[in-house]
């Protein structure tokens, strides 16, 4: 059945049919065996402690959080609901054998299910919404079996893993292994840490080391485990998680397994497809050789409590597990050459595994009787293995001990050798005098199929093919076997294609090769067929264009195509005459394409020849001969271009026998050449065919052995990229199998393949320069120009590689490569020389500086030489110096050496990690060198914050890192290094480590060698896990020593602190070893007794007791009994508790858990201050312990975070009295060190996950708290204040606080019913700040506030609909960019990763905004009362409360935004009093004295503010009398920042006037001007003044005057429109003079509105009236109006670009002119200029005719009056009028010092 794969309905119904019945089985199976297990509960007390004990033991293993949620709990089946009776009636054993059969019938035909669904149902984290999903059904089918491996029932699990393993389909073994790759994932965390797991994991780890051991151990076509493609990564998570195991007979015995899996891989490897084959096998090898009694597993190294009986089995099982480690090892070292980036890496491999056998070996000779006898046969086999894959670097080691002075030693190195020769191992070794790639030159060339290199062109991608096409033929050309190369790939190519027309397609491989070949040997041949016509046509151009579209004027288009047929001819003449001198191999490749095709493709063998020898090979030549090298100079001539390329298509045409047609009608007139010369070319194609006797022979092309090498190096390049791709093309060819496992093991000897080098060459730079710096640089090159610098390059000092992001190019300089004994002046000269061909542009240096020292750096007088030479032009074109890992050397170095690097130095940047280098490189062809990337790659761990003191007591903050073979320390505070501030990165090798211990706790000692023995102390919290990550690094780098472990005791004397022995006593009860468990409970009597707790009467120590190994109840009833009679050491307890619990498994952490949440209600009673004098010292532990909790929860939350946050914080939101501390200590820990925001960090996630489990239990008190915190935060950004509110300190607290809100709000954790005043409040301060995750987060506050509104019945009842509607309208662009999340350029996602943040602020938010989220809160608000609005109840008034406080504190991030909200929050005449007016006018007054050149944010809100409380101000106010000239007033300052919101304040005083019925009977100037007395007038008259508009004179026209000039801003033009209509509708005016100044305002820019102000202009003109729209006796009653409204037009004209406006205008104009034309004298000079540029350029008639008119008008006039100029203006007082359309900035100063007068006036 295994075997069946195909799909059929049949087939798949049996399946689903089958799987069902399974799934009724399994519930009755595990009910069957829950029932088994009760009555074994009833047997008397001890069996009954034993066996339940085991049972829970078990069960607490499954409930304990197995990886990847792989836990099937009994609850789910147990009891007989969902199982048929028939089932229940059957005996057990027969229920077990179905369900087996059934599984095994699943798991058999598991290939039928494949690319099948299944809809299933998945309910949310709440488990309140279920939601339907298609999953596969294999997925379905294993992840149900995952569950089942770890069943609590021994049957179950043991069933399951015997069927998974022995009958599971080959087609499901992909989503198995997967499935075991997820969760052996999930076992560790970070990089570099892993988590010690609970027993339960150790359970799932060894069924999945026993199910793949299964299954490899079965016998397999090569085809089924080509899915296994993660089980490199599967293994290696194996032996990590094994090998931190501690050990024990499990841990032995998990090993034992381990090893035989490894063995069962590599046995299997021919048919599994390794993605990095070598380096696992080697990393397997160095991983799982620590397994051996000469490391890890030592007997010193077993617990020191270990019974003897179980040490003699772990004796015992430490030697089998010697034998099969080095069995596994010798598995895995055969054919193995070690993995390294080079030859002294490869070799130093070799002697630590080298070392560690002979020491292996000698142990075995010295205590025969602690080791097997098969281990030394074993240990030699692996020996013989490691040498003769390895034989070049090996052989001196084995050299060495074949003279070794034990003879048993030399005896067995013996052995090593005879097997040695046995297996055929070539001594070789590779010299100096030997080709490096030889074994890989013989391998491609010998193989007579071409396989491997047909196989590399098959796997090459395009972008690469040309490439890997030129260097296969120059390596096969020259070793003579190009041509075979050819024939290979055209026979391949015929193969593989079905259709004749596909044959050799532009990117076939086959197509490249013959491209590239004639590239190589065809220059000549060129030359001789179509160089003559080109040399002829280049040196006497020719009139050839045939297409009439592009034929130039004076060519004769038959003419022209009489020169192409004629140069066509000529080239096929010499084409013809030429075939006798064609390459031989040419001629072969012809021949071989006629026979292949030809027996394919009858009648397709011409067109593959045409195909090579024209379209490939000489008609590209004809368009380009110039880059086929036919011609030696470049063909700039565009009509040369031209005719080569009408030329060529007509060949083209003619090789491939093909008329032209309609895709190119201008060619038609050459098919008569086609038709012609069609017999001529056949026949061509014939001879190019047939290769006689005496075919022209070439000289084969020379290589020299560098190009050799070259060429090979590029091939190992391709190969080594294309290995994946390569194994899984030759995995189904099992007769080709050897040469790929060959291919591997050449590759793995050869190492890294090198770079391929550029082939471009880029020009020498010219130096300009003429300094005598240049001069010295000329001199010293010419000077040095022949000194060999060769060995300089090879030590790889300097080089360029790569450019930048911004494409500039990097030059490299690896400081530590620099050795004292260097040639300093041909470095320089190297250096130099090697740069100067981009001294012309601009270019980058990166300096490495990872692990410099004195040793390294350059001396002193050659940087004054080279200071003095550098041109002008290099120093001025570089770029930017990056610098790597500057460290403390460098930094007192560089103190000496800045004078020399003068301006450079400012060019410096610093990097400390290449991480942050790398991302200012462009991503190809970076030129890190790799050393660098591996010393400061491959971090296993990383601590922070550290403290570094040096011997001489300096203490420095730092980061320390640690790798494999390095202790990275980063200062953490950028120290001043030549121009600028960096960190200093300082290496420490693992191998010159001399000790490391602890001196305390929390401090580290590391004694190294660096000049002699130095020691560094770190003083970290985090110094124990420290002390074990270097320490295992240092034991890692010396393998082959035994490591030496150091035991600690610890003694407690009876007055130390009763809380941290209880720990000790309750943790250990939960151990899984007995013993421990007993020497536990005896330590909890004795500690009991000895302080009288209350359990000293009920507990008695006995060493011969029976503890259960799940008696997690018992622990937690005597923490609850303690925790109520001890609350006094609550704190101490629970503080060593959060300590212990960093060592403790898994399972034993949620026993932790458990156990200490009885003692956490006693925190209450620290939480507040008292006269105690030990009050504040417990509340300060108090907070430790907070943080502790906090710290716990972010460290396990990948495991245990489910039960901490319901066992620890669901507790802790009960206690009232804690809550507000618990609070303080979260937002204290939420925000880093470096006031970086946390927003998007994992931290920040629990975080989140810990307010809402505080908030689920008592929601009140945790959101009060929290948006008291949030508004207290608020308000202290008061100190020190700050234009924007980002950029106040206190800005991430306000992030974080909102973030919390925002998550709070969602499901009314909020509480949003009692805080709504208050968020409101919160987001109208903070909307739009930000950035644009914190934007969102914002938004998503304001619709979860809505959204709780609703959700909580906060709204009244009466208004549900209306609330639902405002969320239609919130969910709207428009409501979304008042909040700044409108755009769709930005990710405004509210959960981005830290990493994902664009970190970037908005500009400035327009102050209007407040006035639309306030509304809109407002109208939230207004839907939770039952009234129309909101204004009198208590929502309303705390939330006006807090906005009247923030609109009365100096603070310019809020202050604008609150004043802005007061104006739309006081909506009644109770609220809106004198006294805010006054207050916001004082307000205004002393912002406007202080004025320095721009108006801000706060004058704008202020005058917002007015115009939203002025209409509800009581009529009686005082106000009424001077507001309008208050606006008026601020109307006159010219900032354009000010005038729109004055406009909105003018509109609403006079709409306000005009419903007090103040105008009723005067009109709007009558009241103004009647108020307009005393001191005030004397004060406005002297604004008149500075202006120019006088209000005296005439009002209307004063009023639009000071609104022209925002006409022509975005605005303002609309805006004034609005005031203008308003005061027109409102004035009450009853003379037309009064108002002639907003109809000569309006009437030009309201077009379509001039019919209803014509009926106005009527009402109040009467019988004056006339036809006229504006001029008549009313409105203009004298000359002085009348040359007011002229110049106004005119202002209006001169400002206005609409044609319509102008139209308009000059109509008025054209009236005025003829209704009184003598003050038309005024505005004339003025206009003429523009009226005539009308005349002379307007295409509009109507426009044209009047102006025309106007001036046949005023020229028929004998003069115009000369009184009427400027200074009949001035006289009126309205000198201003004629630019009142500008805003004039020279005037802001003087107006506003005398508008602020105007206020204090006002105001007394």
Not at 194 to 205: A, C, K, R
Not at 792 to 813: C, D, E, R, S, W
Not at 933 to 960: C, H, R, Y
Not at 1005 to 1030: C, E, H, R, W
């Amino acid at each position: 059945m295994r075997l069946v794969e195909r799909q059929t309905a049949g087939n798949f119904s049996a399946w689903t049919e089958v799987q069902s019945r399974w799934q009724l089985h399994t519930k009755a199976l595990i009910r069957n065996e829950e029932i088994a297990l009760e009555p074994k509960e009833k047997e008397d007390e001890k069996e009954k402690g034993k066996r339940t004990g085991v049972r829970a033991k078990v069960k607490g293993q499954v409930k304990s959080q197995v990886k990847g949620g792989l836990q099937m709990k009994s609850e789910e089946v147990k009891g007989s609901v969902g199982i048929p009776a028939a089932l229940l009636t059957k005996r057990p054993p027969e229920v077990l054998q179905e369900w087996t059969n059934y599984l095994g019938f699943l798991c058999a035909l598991g290939a039928v299910t494949v690319g099948q669904e299944v809809l299933v149902q998945e309910t949310d984290k709440k488990g309140k919404n279920v939601a339907e999903k298609k999953v596969p059904v294999l997925e379905q089918f294993v992840s149900e079996l995952m569950k089942l491996l770890v069943s609590e029932h021994l049957n179950v699990r043991e069933t399951a893993k015997k069927m998974v393993g022995n009958a599971m389909s080959p087609a499901a073994y992909g989503t198995l292994f997967r499935h075991f790759g997820l969760g052996t994932k999930q076992i560790f965390g970070d990089v570099g840490q892993i988590d010690f797991s609970d027993e339960s994991t150790i359970l799932y780890v060894d069924q999945v080391i026993s199910i793949m051991k299964l299954v490899l151990d079965q016998d397999h076509k090569p085809s089924d485990l080509t899915s296994l493609t993660n089980i490199e990564e599967l293994i290696m998570n194996l032996v990590k998680f094994v090998r931190q195991l501690t050990i024990s007979v499990a841990s032995l015995q998990t090993k034992h397994k381990l090893c035989g899996l490894i063995a069962a891989t590599l046995a299997k490897s021919t048919m599994i497809s390794f993605r990095n084959e070598y380096p696992f096998r080697t990393s397997i090898v160095e991983n799982i050789m620590e397994w051996t009694s000469e490391f890890s597993s030592k007997e010193s190294n077993f617990p020191p409590d270990t019974p003897p009986a179980v040490a003699k089995q772990m004796r015992q099982l430490t030697k089998e597990l010697d034998v099969q480690v080095m069995q596994a090892i010798s598995v895995v070292l055969r054919n193995l050459p070690l993995h390294g980036k080079d030859d002294e890496a490869k070799s130093a491999c070799f002697s630590k595994f080298f070392t560690f056998f002979t020491n292996l070996l000698t142990r075995c000779k010295k205590n025969p009787e602690s080791v097997l006898p098969q281990l030394p046969e074993a240990t030699i086999e692996s020996l013989s293995y490691l040498v003769t894959a390895n034989i070049e670097h090996g052989l001196e080691y084995f050299v060495t001990m074949g003279y070794h002075q034990d003879y048993d030693t030399r005896s067995a190195f013996l052995k090593v050798l005879a097997n040695i020769l046995k297996e055929g191992t070539d001594f070789e070794m590779g010299g100096e005098e030997l080709d490096k790639y030889y074994k890989l030159t013989e391998l491609i060339l010998q193989d007579a199929n071409l396989d491997i290199v047909l196989t590399l062109c098959e796997v090459t991608q395009i972008t690469e093919a040309d490439a890997v096409a030129a260097n296969l033929v120059r390596i096969f050309e020259a070793n003579e076997r190009v041509l075979d190369l050819i024939k290979a790939a055209i026979a391949a190519e015929v193969r593989k294609t079905e259709q004749a027309n596909t044959l050799f397609r532009l990117n076939s491989m086959a197509t490249k090769l013959m491209v590239q070949y004639c590239k190589l040997i065809g220059v000549d041949y060129l030359r001789a067929s179509v160089g003559p016509e080109i040399k002829n046509l280049i040196a006497s151009p020719v009139q050839a264009e045939c297409d009439p579209a592009k034929l130039p004027p004076g060519q004769n288009l038959e003419a022209n195509q009489q020169t192409v047929i004629a140069s066509a001819e000529r080239f096929l003449d010499d084409i013809e005459k030429s075939i006798d001198i064609c390459p031989a191999p040419f001629r072969e490749i012809c021949a071989y394409l006629k026979e292949e095709v030809g027996a394919k493709f009858p009648g397709a063998e011409h067109t593959a020849i045409a195909g090579f020898m024209f379209l490939r090979f000489l008609c590209p030549a004809i368009i380009a001969p110039d880059g086929f090298r036919v011609v030696t100079t470049k063909i700039t001539d565009k009509d040369v271009r031209r005719s080569f390329v009408l030329v060529t298509k007509v060949l083209q045409n003619l090789a491939n026998r093909v008329r032209f047609g309609n895709k190119e009608p201008y060619m038609l007139c050459m098919n008569s050449v086609i038709d012609k010369h069609i017999d001529r070319i056949r026949a061509m194609f014939d001879r190019y065919a047939t290769v006689p006797e005496d075919a022209f022979q070439v000289e084969p092309y020379n290589f020299t052995d560098e190009e050799h090498e070259e060429d090979m190096g590029r091939l190992h390049f391709y190969l080594a990229g294309s290995k994946d791709k390569l194994a899984k093309a030759f995995l189904g060819r099992q007769t080709e199998k050897s040469l790929f496992d060959r291919l591997t093991t050449i590759l793995a000897q050869l190492g890294a393949p090198p770079e391929p080098k550029k082939t471009t060459a880029t020009p020498g730079a010219r130096l300009g320069g003429s300094s005598k710096a240049n001069v010295l640089f000329k001199e010293f090159m010419k000077r040095m120009e022949n000194k060999n610098t060769d060995y300089i390059k090879a030590k790889n000092i300097y080089y360029q590689q790569g450019t930048t992001k911004n494409n500039v190019p990097v030059f490299y300089l690896v400081a530590r490569n620099i050795k004292q004994d260097i040639d300093w002046e041909v470095l320089i000269y190297y250096i130099f020389k090697t740069t100067q061909p981009f001294f012309a542009k601009s270019y980058a240096l990166v300096i490495d500086m990872t692990m410099v020292s004195a040793e390294n750096q350059i001396p002193l007088q050659w940087w004054t030489q080279t200071a003095k030479m550098v041109p002008d032009q290099a120093s001025d074109n570089l770029e930017s110096i990056y610098i790597l890992h500057a460290n403390q050397w460098f930094k007192k170095y560089s103190k000496r050496i800045v004078k020399f690097l003068g301006k450079a130095a400012k060019k410096c940047e610093f990097f400390s990690s290449t991480h942050e280098l790398c991302a200012q490189l462009s991503e190809k062809d970076r030129g890190v060198p790799e050393d660098t990337l591996n010393i400061a790659g491959d971090i296993q761990s990383t601590f922070s914050p550290v403290v570094m003191v040096t011997q001489a007591g300096k203490k420095t903050d730092v980061e320390v890192r640690l790798s494999k073979d390095y202790i990275q320390i980063i200062t953490t505070k950028p120290g001043p290094i030549l121009a600028g501030n960096a960190p200093l990165v300082n290496f420490i090798p693992i191998s010159r480590l001399r000790e490391v211990d602890a001196n305390k706790d929390t401090e580290v000692i590391v004694k190294y060698d660096s000049n002699g023995v130095k020691a560094t102390t770190f003083v970290s919290k985090s110094a124990g896990q420290m002390l074990q990550q270097v320490k295992a690094s240092k034991d890692r780098y010396n393998l082959s020593r035994p490591s030496n472990s150091v035991s600690r005791s610890t003694a407690f004397r009876p007055s130390d602190v009763p809380g941290t022995l209880l720990n000790m006593a309750l943790l250990n009860l939960t151990s899984s070893n007995h013993t421990l468990r007993v020497a536990a409970y005896n330590l909890l009597a004795a500690l009991c007794s000895s302080f009288s707790f209350s359990l000293n009467t009920t507990l008695l120590g006995a060493t011969d007791i029976g503890i259960a190994r799940n008696c997690i109840h018992f622990v937690v009833n005597v923490s609850t009994d303690i925790s109520a009679a001890e609350p006094s050491m609550t704190l101490e307890f629970l503080l060593e508790a959060l300590h212990g619990i960093i060592k403790a498994d898994k399972q034993s952490q949620v026993y932790v858990l458990e156990y200490i949440k009885p003692w956490l209600p006693n925190l209450a009673q620290f939480a507040t201050i008292s006269p105690d004098p030990e009050s504040a010292e417990k509340r300060q532990k108090l907070k430790e312990l907070i943080n502790s909790l906090v710290a716990l929860t972010i460290r396990e939350a990948r495991e245990i975070l489910p039960d901490i946050l319901s066992q620890i914080w669901r507790t802790m939101a009960q206690l009232n009295e804690a809550i507000d501390t618990i609070l303080e200590c979260l937002c204290e820990r939420a925000l880093p060190s470096s006031n970086t925001s946390p927003l998007g960090t994992k931290n920040m996630d629990c975080f989140e996950d810990i307010m809402v489990a505080l908030a689920i239990e008592n929601p009140q008190r945790v959101s009060g708290k929290v948006v008291h915190l949030l508004l207290r935060a608020l308000d202290d950004t008061s100190v020190n204040p700050v234009e924007r509110l980002e950029n106040h300190s206190n800005w991430v607290r306000i992030e974080v606080l909102i973030r919390w809100v925002m998550t709070l709000a969602f499901d009314n954790l909020l509480a949003v019913d009692k805080f709504i005043p208050e968020l409101a409040h919160a987001m109208v301060m903070t909307f739009y700040d930000g950035d644009s995750m914190l934007r969102a987060n914002i938004h998503a506050l304001f619709m979860n506030v809505v959204h709780s509104t609703f959700s909580s019945r906060t709204c009244h009842e009466d208004k549900l609909q209306t609330l639902r509607f405002h969320i239609g309208e919130f969910h709207s662009l428009s409501s979304r960019l008042h909040f700044g999340v409108g755009s769709t350029k930005t990710n405004f996602s509210i959960y981005q990763s830290a990493m994902d943040r664009d970190n970037k602020l908005e500009k400035k938010m327009p102050i209007s905004l407040v006035q639309n989220v306030t509304n809109s809160l407002f109208a939230v608000l207004s839907c939770c009362t039952r009234e129309s609005s909101c204004v009198g109840t208590p929502y309303h008034s705390r939330w006006l409360a807090l906005t009247c406080k923030a609109a009365l504190t100096p603070n310019p991030a809020l202050q604008p935004r609150a004043i802005c909200a007061l104006g739309v929050l006081c909506q009644s005449h109770e609220l809106v009093t004198e006294d805010i007016i006054e207050k916001l006018l004082v307000l205004l007054r002393n912002s406007l004295f202080n004025y320095s050149g721009a108006v801000g944010d706060l004058e704008i809100s202020i005058i917002h503010a007015l115009a939203g409380l002025f209409p509800h101000l009581r009529p009686t106010s005082k106000y009424y009398k001077s507001m309008f000239w208050i606006a008026a007033s601020l109307l006159q300052i010219h900032d354009k920042a000010l005038y729109v919101a004055v406009l909105d304040l003018l509109d609403g005083v006079v709409k306000a006037l005009y419903n007090g019925g103040f105008l009723k009977g005067e009109g709007l100037q009558s009241f103004c001007m009647r108020h307009r007395t005393g001191d005030l007038k004397a004060l406005l008259d002297k604004l008149d003044v500075i202006t120019g508009v006088s209000f005296n004179t005439n009002f209307s026209v004063a009023v639009t005057a000071h609104l022209m000039k925002g006409l022509r801003l975005s605005k303002g033009k609309s805006a004034a429109n609005n005031a203008i209509t308003t005061i027109l509708e409102l004035c009450s005016e009853k003379k037309g003079v009064n108002m002639v100044g907003y109809f000569a305002a309006l009437l030009p820019m309201k077009f379509d509105e001039t019919a209803s102000f014509r009926s106005i202009i009527n009402a109040v003109s009467g019988e004056a009236a006339g036809a006229n729209m504006l001029f008549n006796r009313q409105m203009v009653p004298d000359d002085e109006t009348a040359a007011l409204v002229f110049t106004f037009i005119a202002t209006v004209l001169r400002s206005s670009d609409l044609e319509h406006e102008q139209l308009l205008a000059y109509k008025l104009l054209d009236e005025g002119v003829r209704y009184n034309s003598a003050p038309f004298a005024i505005t004339f000079d003025s206009l003429a200029p523009k009226m005539s540029q009308v005349l002379l350029s307007s295409q509009n008639q109507d426009v044209l005719a009047i102006v025309h008119s106007i001036s046949s008008f005023v020229f028929s006039l004998d003069n115009l009056s000369s009184r009427y100029d400027i200074s009949f203006l001035k006289k009126m007082g309205f000198v201003g009028l004629p630019d009142c359309d500008q805003f004039h900035v020279a005037k802001k100063g003087a107006l506003t010092q005398l508008i602020c007068s105007v206020l204090d006036h006002v105001m007394k």
